[in-house]
């Protein structure tokens, strides 16, 4: 690792961010925020996005996530020519990093492909027919040449009401194997993780679940539960895990592959 670089914590996600830390002199004008630029690297072109703080003082810091591309957050009187000198620096890392995302979405059209519980359902578009999957083929109430944002917008309130219904269902009965009682079992829209366990007994789970197959969705219930009993990563804690899911490495390594699926969606 060079001198005054560092890594972030990675999200669930597997993206990371780096920040170079040095002072930057503030003698220069400030530069207009959001400008993209890019650089030649081996051959390798790096297109990247630049946003500004004035709160930001002393790093400039770069983040590769599937939403967004290559990001640098810098201060605002950073020169345009430092902030490439720290980009071309980590270069190497860069193009790792952008080797691991996932590819962008399919178009949403009829006949796409979108995951359920570790298959892929093939999709249809009817007005006047109630949103169901059936035999493989889920079918959306919305018109054939309705926009895409609309097919969207419909995709994702059928997948929220299929999680609203399943995930909690799978949460309560593995808590009653289990003995133990969660203050509250909630369904949120959370980027980076599958789910989490608060200190008041909460738990938290990400509407994605449903596109994971059941037995991934059941690992991340009994992982979250046992946090009930566990409030850290002990062997104590992954004692518990395996007396409830003997299989509970190759349950993760499901969930692992569904990943990608978390991050597009």
Same mark, same amino acid.
């Given at each position: 690792m060079p001198a005054g670089v560092r *890594?972030? @914590?990675?999200?669930? *996600?597997?993206? &990371? /961010?780096? &920040?170079?830390?040095?002072?930057? @002199?503030?003698?220069?004008?400030?530069?207009?925020?959001?400008?993209? &630029?890019?650089?030649? =690297? *081996?051959? /390798?072109?790096?297109?990247?996005? =630049?946003?500004?703080? %004035? %709160? %930001?003082?002393?790093?400039?810091?770069?983040? =590769? #996530? @599937?939403?967004?591309?290559? #990001? =640098?957050?810098? @201060? &605002?009187? /950073?020169? %345009?020519?430092?902030?490439?000198?720290?980009? /071309?620096?980590?270069a190497h890392w860069i193009l790792a990093r952008l080797a691991t995302l996932p590819p962008p979405s399919p178009a949403l059209t009829p006949g796409s492909s979108v995951p359920f519980r570790g298959e892929q359902l093939t999709l249809l578009l009817e007005p006047g027919v109630e949103p169901r999957a059936l035999d493989g083929v889920l079918r959306l109430m919305v018109e054939p040449g309705a926009a895409e944002a609309a097919v969207a917008a419909e995709l994702r309130t059928w997948y929220l009401g299929r999680a609203n219904d399943l995930i909690p269902a799978v949460v309560r009965a593995w808590a009653e194997r289990m003995g133990v009682t969660p203050r509250a079992v909630l369904v949120r829209d959370q980027r980076r993780r599958w789910g989490s366990c608060a200190a008041d007994g909460t738990l938290r789970f990400n509407w994605r679940l449903v596109f994971v197959p059941p037995k991934a969705a059941e690992y991340v219930a009994v992982h979250e539960l046992a946090h009930l009993r566990h409030h850290d990563h002990s062997p104590a804690f992954w004692g518990e895990v395996a007396r409830w899911l003997p299989d509970w490495t190759e349950r993760r390594r499901l969930l692992r592959d569904g990943e990608s699926a978390l991050l597009r969606a």
């Open positions: *890594d972030l @914590p990675e999200g669930h *996600d597997q993206t &990371a /961010a780096i &920040a170079y830390t040095r002072a930057v @002199p503030r003698t220069t004008r400030p530069e207009a925020a959001g400008e993209q &630029a890019r650089i030649e =690297v *081996d051959g /390798a072109t790096i297109a990247y996005s =630049v946003v500004r703080s %004035r %709160r %930001r003082r002393k790093t400039i810091e770069i983040s =590769v #996530r @599937p939403a967004e591309g290559v #990001r =640098v957050s810098a @201060p &605002a009187f /950073a020169s %345009r020519a430092e902030v490439a000198a720290v980009v /071309a620096k980590r």
